[in-house]
């Protein structure tokens, strides 16, 4: 059964750091593109960042670009968020995704909450 878990969400003041981690069970991430989506209330799932699956290049959200990065470490089979100068309008439910391909289906976490506010 696959399983995507993330982490490290809670409560940050404004101008603050979090870093979410987003760990594979029975999935194997090595050379699999994956991405971080977040959702605020009311509002539609959108973007944060992509990392590929070859040559590490990565891809972010223009409200987040200079502030949040994606990485991986395809040995712990996980991908991270570090997420800084972090503003009120972060604040969300942050999910981790493995899109679909040809041959299997696409894969969502459970997401972890990010909170700013002083």
């Known amino acids: 059964q696959v399983q995507f878990v993330e982490s490290g969400g809670g409560l940050a003041q404004p101008g603050g750091s979090l870093k979410l981690s987003c760990a594979a069970f029975?999935?194997?991430?090595?050379?699999?593109?994956m991405t971080w989506f977040r959702q605020a209330p009311g509002k539609e799932r959108e973007l944060v960042a992509l990392?590929?699956?070859?040559?590490?290049?990565?891809n972010y959200g223009e409200s987040v670009k200079g502030r949040f990065t994606i990485s991986r470490d395809d040995a712990k089979n996980t991908v991270y968020l570090d997420m800084n100068s972090l503003k009120p309008e972060d604040t969300a439910v942050y999910y981790c995704h493995a899109p679909p391909t040809g041959s299997r289906a696409g894969y969502w976490g459970q997401g972890t909450q990010v909170t700013v506010s002083s």
């Open positions: 990392i590929l699956g070859t040559g590490g290049l990565t």
């Open positions: 029975g999935f194997s991430i090595s050379r699999i593109t």
